[in-house]
DNA sequence: CTAGGGTTAG
């Protein structure tokens, strides 16, 4: 109370129609009481970090800089709006931080920062001789538990006990869920059983450990035993049915929900988009009442992940329609779309569309999909300037750009590139591999394709893939080598895919070797009936020497199996899409 | 002589 007591007695304590903006409107009309506000209650009003610096201003003006009530609250504001910094360098200020202010504090760290500088401030605080509380430990305990530190999870059990406040209920439910969440579910089990009285968090804390353990029977008899069941706790429970492909009960339950809310909604579209029945997905989705960024996200990446990055484009121009601004998720969800689709005029719109949303293009992610998205639609030279700034480049970005340079037909530079990463000590993977060797047959580097392919199983003992035999198949087959690379497609250690075979059909065609090509075709009909585009390459050959008759009669027999070519997706002109798409990418 | 904490979805 000091502070506004103390205050209220004096007219500087109170906001005579302050210069702080955001309150005079309010205040504008009552001519016949002039506002007098308290700083607390400036606090209640609070909206934006705008407000919060105003407030801020405010505070140092009448120097209560060390009043650990008021920066408590300031703190918790700053946690709020997720500005940690600016919270740490007004806490720093404070000479004197009491245990209020301390567990502020650390929770706001807790939250964005990492684990070890939220601990080293902990640290600091027991220094300070203060004694932790039982509003100190958990959100220390929540954030190991959001980076399964069990080693570090266990070190404050430890100091739970040292000081006496396991027994306390927001503590120990989120011991409960920290033991959980890394899968040691029998402490969890026990610290539930000993607890002296339960809420509806301790016992969602309990079902989610069971879920996440795989456990879906203990969960479902706990969740039946509920004597306080919250939505939280249904939603747990059907997000465990989901996570282990029950979908069944998952929707059994959903159904029963008294309020169905947008977290099991988003549980179920989630669920669904990866085990790739979008339909299903869709049909929650729109029968949804409202619906939050998460789970237009979720269905966004879902579309994404199935290859429909046409529907994924579609529905994040509708989110736009619906007023929505779209975060770092949905910007990511979009830029792989992007990729998939390669319209360069889209990805230079999304480019600058990020800036404007003030997205930060830094963060790993965000880059990631960034370089990705730009040397998939051809403009190298921005991916590349945005490869170049990268800090540490990874074996992502390198890849990225690596198979940008490839399809754009650049595969001398591809290969520098590939090079350049090795000697940069990033060890290539599988995909690393892929990539360089598509990017190999692409410019028909066979020599260099040869010493990938062997330094890949000599060097890192990797077992080639179908992919990569495929890709070799490809290389050999393009230039020329059709005998190398029916030798090699019979060494293959698995049954060879459609993607091989169908390499060496496209050699077959290339080079207009109708024997081996009509072998070739008959495998591709057998194992992959349904693909016309095999039909097509064997009537392509046929037609190549003027054998009308067999073209004819590849057609009669792909009419027969009532297959088509596909025709090509028109969803440009469906009015969800404000560009033109560009065919041809020539930023090289 | 105030205030600060734990469970659910991308």
Redesign the pocket.
């Known amino acids: 109370?000091?502070?506004?007591r103390r205050s209220s007695s004096s007219s500087s304590s109170y906001l005579p129609s302050s210069p702080i903006k955001f309150l005079n409107h309010r205040h504008h009309h009552q001519t016949s009481s002039p506002s007098f506000l308290s700083i607390e209650t400036l606090f209640k009003k609070c909206k934006t970090l705008r407000n919060l610096q105003q407030i801020h201003a405010r505070i140092i003006q009448k120097g209560l800089e060390q009043d650990?009530?008021l920066i408590?609250?300031f703190v918790?504001l700053c946690?709020s709006f997720s500005n940690i910094t600016y919270a740490f360098s007004v806490f720093n200020r404070v000479s004197q931080p009491?245990?209020?202010?301390?567990?502020?504090i650390i929770?706001g760290h807790?939250?964005k920062s990492s684990l070890s500088n939220t601990i080293s401030i902990f640290n600091r605080m027991k220094q300070s001789d203060m004694v932790p509380?039982?509003?100190?430990?958990?959100?220390l305990?929540?954030s190991c538990?959001?980076g399964l530190a069990l080693r570090e999870g266990k070190i404050l059990h430890g100091l739970v006990v040292r000081y006496g406040?396991e027994a306390?209920?927001?503590?120990?439910?989120?011991l409960i869920?920290l033991y959980g969440?890394c899968g040691e579910i029998k402490f969890a089990r026990m610290l539930f059983e000993e607890m002296s009285e339960?809420?509806?968090?301790?016992?969602?804390?309990m079902i989610?450990g069971y879920a996440n353990f795989g456990d879906l029977g203990s969960a479902r008899k706990l969740f039946d035993e509920i004597p306080c069941r919250?939505?939280?706790?249904?939603?747990?429970m059907i997000?465990g049915y989901v996570k282990f492909r029950d979908f069944r009960s998952a929707r059994e339950l959903f159904e029963q929900m008294p309020k169905k809310?947008?977290?099991?909604?988003?549980?179920l579209i989630?669920g669904y988009a990866e085990v790739g029945d979008m339909a299903t997905a869709r049909f929650l989705f729109d029968q949804m009442p409202d619906r939050?960024?998460?789970?237009?996200?979720?269905l966004i990446?879902g579309y994404v992940q199935n290859g429909r990055p046409h529907e994924a484009v579609k529905i994040f121009f509708m989110m736009l329609g619906e007023n929505i601004k779209p975060?770092?998720?949905?910007m990511v969800g979009l830029m792989s779309a992007c990729s998939q689709v390669r319209n360069l005029e889209l990805a230079k719109w999304i480019d600058s569309y990020l800036t404007r949303i003030s997205i930060d293009i830094r963060r790993v992610h965000v880059a990631a999909a960034l370089i990705h998205m730009n040397a998939e639609c051809g403009n190298m030279e921005r991916a590349t300037s945005l490869f170049e700034g990268m800090p540490k480049k990874d074996l992502i970005s390198y890849c990225s750009m690596i198979h940008g340079l490839s399809i754009h037909g650049a595969g001398a530079q591809a290969v520098c590139l590939f090079d350049r990463m090795v000697a940069e000590g990033v060890t290539p993977d599988d995909v690393a591999f892929t990539v360089i060797l598509a990017a190999c047959s692409h410019s028909g580097l066979v020599e260099e394709g040869h010493r990938y392919f062997n330094s890949m199983k000599n060097d890192y003992s990797i077992v080639p893939s179908p992919d990569h035999f495929a890709c070799m198949i490809h290389l050999l087959g393009r230039a020329g080598k059709l005998q190398e690379a029916c030798e090699l497609i019979k060494s293959m250690p698995e049954e060879p895919h459609a993607g091989a075979w169908g390499a060496l059909l496209g050699a077959c065609k290339l080079h207009s070797n109708v024997k081996l090509g009509e072998i070739v075709a008959l495998k591709l009909f057998e194992i992959e009936p349904q693909n016309p585009g095999n039909y097509v390459s064997l009537s392509n050959i046929y037609a190549a020497i003027d054998r009308w008759y067999d073209v004819s009669e590849v057609r009669r027999r792909m009419k027969e199996k009532q297959l088509r070519k596909l025709p090509g997706c028109s969803w440009i002109d469906d009015g969800f899409f404000p560009f033109e798409q560009n065919q041809e990418h020539t930023n090289l």
């Open positions: 109370m000091s502070i506004i650990n009530f408590s609250q918790c946690n009491n245990l209020c202010l301390w567990n502020s929770k807790c939250e509380d039982t509003y100190t430990f958990p959100p305990i929540k538990s959001k406040v306390d209920i927001f503590v120990r439910t989120s869920d969440k339960r809420n509806e968090y301790s016992w969602t804390a989610v919250n939505i939280a706790s249904w939603n747990a997000d809310n947008v977290v099991a909604y988003t549980s989630v939050d960024i998460v789970v237009w996200s979720a990446s975060d770092e998720f949905i």
